[in-house]
């Protein structure tokens, strides 16, 4: 459901509870016309003013969106209900009617009860929600290594991580595959080093005779093995040559194209003949040329930060691949952030909810940088000693943190250390337009625990 | 006596045979089907070629020719994908004129809410005829040996049709709304499968009618046709036709689910290659067939039992609430009777998912869903629960039960640490802070009952458990007589000791054994269990031949914790159909037919557990309401002359 409609259960049981108080008016009405001793004024009066307040608050739900349900229906309308139960007991009490409330209704209440205490359980449970991905990937301008194997992880990671859990992007690797070193998950092989290892790999005998022969067509994907000069040209490394040249990004690259074109022993089927991994170029995955080599860049440095000379893939260029599906691709997803967008976009947009909590963000659960309670928190690093930027207010301490992240770095209290100073991008000024920055800083300013 | 004894075997025999006709063809047919149909799909590539070629010969050159091309499932002897004629367009790539919305709701939610209600009262009246028949029978065969339980069946079978044609009407109904729905909301999505199944839509069309049709005259005929011969005979047969075409009807509309789910009979674009049956017989097509059946018996046995439950808390009478406990304990044992197996169904339909794409199998058993499986398995444990309370609840109305109750509490113990066991997580959100003090994703203990050696060991406990005390329910008020007794009982032991053994022996062996291993071990543990099931009934029944019994069932004094363990039962199973329901539709994730045909629309995105958990308990709560209605609906006709209660209180079959 969007947020602006309303929560289709809610709205529901409301529903539901005042047809119950309407029952529950006429069931006394009858009781009281029945019996002579029993007062239908009084008693019909209560129950009717029970029945008046459903209606109208039933009326209001309509009004509400689904948040405001939320706390409306637990708030108000659960204790109109609670009243009306302990006054019908009275009722039933006081005017010695042995006769109560008949099965239907006991089951309705132990059904209801059962049903959203199960759902309350779901909503207890850790929420994601996981987006299409786009069509093709977004490039604008030249970008950097840094940016170019950043946006391999977020093929293979997606945007979001949340501690304990693995995360998952467009690749949908972490599935099987595991990256840090000695980390294993028994479905795939660990592709930490996978680079150098896939550069001596190629020499050994098992690959050059199974499953398939070097220079044999592999069926399912049709590609031929041990041969990056006939990988199809897209795909192609720029002066890929024959087996004998045949480098880590060769093997790499033969690997998501043609999975059986070499099985790692031991997570293989049929006797390690045959790989249970998708073809990473085809449906449903269908990475482009330009991100399949984002993902071999992520690879190729990621267990060296920040050093990007193992890096043999080229940056995409304004006029190759790259090029052709900016221009279908540039409402999609742009990183350059207007302003006209919502709040949670333009956050998400920029990664934030990667390293930061954010309340108010949904999945806005990042751990490696400070919670973003700055309401109360800006105020009080303005006045720590450690403390040298220029801000005298809240707003300002917001977008100098956003355009200038190293002025003050947030301490640890949990570990007693100082964040990592050069975590933060630097350059957000040159993503953020001025409606974006002030959209952005008006939020921040806002956000508490 | 004797005769009696000899009864207690139909009801059981009868379920059995009706799951095995059910069963078979699915599980048998599905080992060699691939095959066969590889080499029917062969030859027909072959003689195509031929004919083609010959074409080509007397045509010349110039002829447009026809373009072949690979299948995305189906595979020939060498492992190579199938070719067909392509004849039919690609699936379209849909844009924002392919979608229609309403602003009070996403257009997903929509047809979800709209396709759940029709699925629900779909499995509520396919399974009443099952009910209905096998009822039926059993007051046919039971008629010499005890007429007043015999005419007691009948009656029964006739009361449940009288609901079930109520809810037809409505089932057809909802369908109705569901296809309006599909058609003005997801036009594009609807053109590409109409197209696809249009042959199949018009058979179904038609099958429906037929299923009216008999319907109407196995309900409207059942007095002029009871004339406790050959004629009742015939009707009893109507009842099997029309659990025929109430299958068939299942599996045709069954077709396009799995279809969507894992695609066959087409090429990667999403053409048609001319083999409708390739289309209908994709991978997941059987699985989900017998699923379905197992689920809707389930189901069924719920709804009847929380109708009979309720009407035994209204009821002023002793007779009807002996009656209607009757009823429950009936719908009860038909609802664990499927229940049973109803894992195992969905062992194959997951093996067969990984088979199809491992990918999303671990999408569902270690993704996005898999929080949606630990749920699942709160759920079963809840099921079980339920099942269980209601024994032990229906045992105190049992007299002689006192030498078993003892060891329910054990019972109930074991089910408990199995059901902790069932629902750890293998891996939970975590700060990194709580990440380093526990020392990785997974505690250091109970780390190790996350995975899937302990879940099986698990849940086959459980089932194990529950087979047990249905045994002792079963034998609660009958003094055994016959001379192997101590040997009987010394064998019913040493198979319950030796299956709760080798379970655990195979759950700890899977330990030492890598992940890909590891999985091969649940099917002797399911063996060990089915083994159980049905050798350990075989002797509990054969031993109660010349049983003296220790008095009647006091029917009619049901606790009411055992009346609202039904209604719990039923209400979960509701919960636990949508929840699977959904995780079988969403692991498409964001296609609308698995790589072929991506969704387009707003609403492509998955929801979050949280959302989709609200979703669930409003379709369950709604259905709820809708079936209450029908109920009270059907109520309205005349009431049959109630049946002359019998001088004792009617025994069934299986407590004498």
Redesign the interface.
């Known amino acids: 459901m969007l947020p602006e409609q309303q929560d289709i259960l809610w709205t529901f049981l409301s529903l539901a509870f005042t047809v119950f108080a309407l029952y529950v008016f006429i069931s006394v009405i009858q009781y009281c016309r029945e019996r002579e001793d029993v007062s239908l004024k009084f008693w019909g009066g209560i129950f009717g003013g029970f029945l008046l307040v459903m209606f109208l608050e039933t009326v209001h739900m309509f009004d509400l969106n689904q948040v405001q349900q939320l706390s409306f229906f637990f708030g108000k309308m659960c204790l109109t209900m609670i009243l009306l139960l302990l006054v019908w007991g009275i009722f039933f009490k006081s005017t010695k009617i042995e006769n109560q409330s008949p099965p239907i209704i006991r089951a309705f209440f132990w059904w209801t009860t059962i049903s959203v205490l199960l759902a309350g359980y779901t909503n207890w449970l850790p929420q994601q929600r996981s987006d299409p991905p786009p069509k093709a990937a977004a490039f604008i301008g030249e970008v950097t290594m840094e940016e170019y194997a950043e946006m391999g992880r977020v093929i293979i990671f997606g945007t979001k991580q949340v501690a304990g859990q693995k995360a998952i992007g467009k690749g949908q690797c972490p599935l099987c595959h595991t990256f840090d070193a000695g980390d294993n998950i028994g479905r795939c092989p660990n592709l930490f080093g996978v680079n150098e290892r896939g550069a001596t790999r190629v020499k050994e005998d098992r690959y050059l005779n199974e499953p398939v022969k070097v220079g044999d067509k592999e069926p399912k994907s049709g590609i031929i093995k041990g041969a990056p000069d006939q990988i199809p040209e897209e795909y192609r490394r720029a002066g890929a040559g024959g087996y004998d040249s045949m480098t880590g990004e060769d093997y790499i690259r033969e690997s998501v194209m043609c999975p059986t074109c070499y099985v790692v022993k031991g997570f293989g089927k049929a006797g390690d003949k045959v790989s249970p991994m998708p073809v990473i170029v085809k449906p449903p995955i269908s990475l482009s040329p330009v991100e399949v080599n984002a993902v071999i860049a992520y690879l190729q440095s990621y267990t060296t930060p920040g050093d990007y000379a193992n890096v043999t893939v080229p940056l995409p260029s304004a006029d190759g691949g790259a090029a052709e599906e900016t221009a279908e691709s540039d409402e999609e997803a742009p990183i350059f952030v207007t302003g006209a967008e919502p709040i949670d976009e333009i956050i998400n947009t920029l990664g934030c909810p990667l390293c930061h909590t954010i309340p108010g963000i949904e999945g806005a659960e990042g751990e490696l940088g400070p919670k973003l309670h700055e309401k109360i928190n800006a105020a009080k690093r303005i006045k720590d000693p450690r403390y040298k930027g220029k801000a005298t207010n809240t707003k300002e301490y917001v977008r100098e943190s956003i355009l200038n992240p190293s002025a003050y770095v947030v301490m640890n209290e949990e570990e007693n250390e100082l964040y990592p100073d050069g975590l933060m991008p630097q350059d957000f000024k040159h993503k953020l337009s001025v409606d974006a920055i002030d959209k952005l800083v008006d939020f921040i300013s806002q956000t508490e625990g | 006596m004797l005769g009696k004894t000899r009864r207690l075997n139909i009801l059981p025999i009868a379920l059995f045979f009706a799951f095995a006709v059910y069963m078979m063809p699915g599980l048998a047919g599905d080992a060699f089907a691939k095959e066969a149909f590889a080499e029917q799909a062969f030859a027909e590539q072959a003689f195509a070629k031929e004919v083609m070629a010959a074409d080509d010969d007397a045509e010349g050159e110039g002829e447009p020719e026809i373009e072949w091309s690979q299948d995305v499932f189906y595979k020939d002897f060498e ?3 199938l070719k067909g004629p392509v004849s039919g367009a690609p699936a379209p790539e849909l844009g924002e004129n392919d979608y229609n919305n309403y ?4 257009s997903r ?1 929509i047809l979800w ?1 709209a396709n759940q209600q029709h699925l629900y009262f779909g499995s509520f009246v396919l399974a009443v005829p099952i009910f209905c028949m096998l009822i039926e029978f059993v007051g046919i065969r039971s008629r010499e040996s005890d007429p007043v339980m015999a005419k007691k069946y009948d009656m029964l079978a006739h009361d449940l049709m009288k609901v079930s044609l109520t809810a037809y009407s409505w089932t057809a109904i909802l369908g109705g709304i569901l296809l309006f729905t599909f058609i003005t909301l997801f036009p594009g999505f609807f053109k590409y499968m109409a197209t696809i199944f249009r042959p199949v839509m018009h058979v179904y069309a038609l099958m429906f009618l037929a299923e009216s049709g008999v319907l109407y005259v196995y309900y409207y005929g059942w007095d002029k046709m009871n004339d406790g011969g050959f004629l009742k005979w015939v009707h009893c047969s109507i009842s099997v036709l029309l659990n025929l075409i109430g299958t068939v009807l299942m599996y045709l509309a069954n077709s396009w689910a799995t279809f969507m789910q894992a695609p066959g009979g087409i090429d ?1 674009q999403g053409r048609f290659l001319g083999n409708i049956w390739h289309v209908i017989h994709s991978t997941l097509w059987n699985p989900v067939g017998v699923h379905r059946i197992l689920g809707n018996i389930v189901f069924g046995g719920g709804i009847v039992g ?1 109708y009979a439950a ?1 009407h035994y ?2 009821a002023r009478d002793e007779e009807t609430k002996a009656h209607y406990d009757w009823v429950c304990y009936v719908a009860m044992f038909i609802c664990i009777f499927g229940l049973i197996p109803l894992p195992f169904a969905g062992y194959w339909l997951m093996k067969e998912v990984y088979a199809f ?3 999303m199998g ?2 569902l058993m ?3 869903m898999a ?1 949606l499986f ?2 699942q398995a ?2 079963i444990g809840l099921l079980f629960f339920a099942a269980n309370s209601y024994l032990h609840n229906s045992m105190s109305r049992v007299q002689g039960s006192q030498r078993y109750m003892k060891y329910c509490k054990y019972m109930v113990l074991l089910l408990i640490v199995c059901f902790t066991m069932w629902m750890t997580p293998h ?9 380093k003090e526990m020392g990785g ?1 997974q505690h250091p203990i109970i780390g190790h009952f996350g995975v899937m050696s302990a879940k099986n060991t698990a849940v086959n406990l459980m089932i194990v458990t529950t087979i047990l005390c249905f045994l002792l329910y079963q034998r609660a008020n009958k003094k055994i007589t016959v001379p192997w007794a101590t040997a009987g009982n010394c064998w019913i032991t040493a198979i319950f000791v030796g299956a709760a053994l080798n379970i655990i022996f195979l759950g700890v062996y899977g330990y030492f054994l ?3 291993q590891r999985v091969g071990l649940s099917v002797p543990q399911v063996t060990t269990t089915l083994t159980t099931l049905f050798a350990g009934t075989a002797i509990n029944i054969s031993m109660f031949k010349d049983s003296e019994s220790m008095g009647d069932i006091k029917w009619g004094t049901q606790s009411k914790v055992g009346t ?1 363990a039904i ?2 039962l039923a ?2 199973f509701t ?1 636990l159909m949508g929840l699977m329901g959904y995780i079988r539709s969403a692991v498409r ?3 609308h037919v ?3 045909l ?2 387009n629309s707003p609403d ?15 379709n ?3 259905v ?2 809708q079936f ?1 209605v029908v109920f009270w609906v059907a109520s309205l006709s005349a009431k049959p002359a109630a049946a002359k209660a019998p001088d004792a209180v009617p025994v069934p079959a299986q407590q004498q």
Do not use: C, H
């Open positions: 492992g190579n994908p602003e009070f709701a996403p939610i809410m990667e929380a309720y808390l209204t794409r491992q990918q671990i999408t270690g993704g996005i929080w630990i749920i709160v759920m891996t939970i959100v975590m700060t990194p802070a709580e990440l994703a890598p992940a890909n609202y209604f719990l209400i979960s919960w994730l964001f296609w698995t790589e072929v991506r969704d492509a995105y998955t929801l979050t557990i949280g959302e989709a958990g609200k979703m669930l308990t409003f369950t709560l709604f709820w309401v209450v």
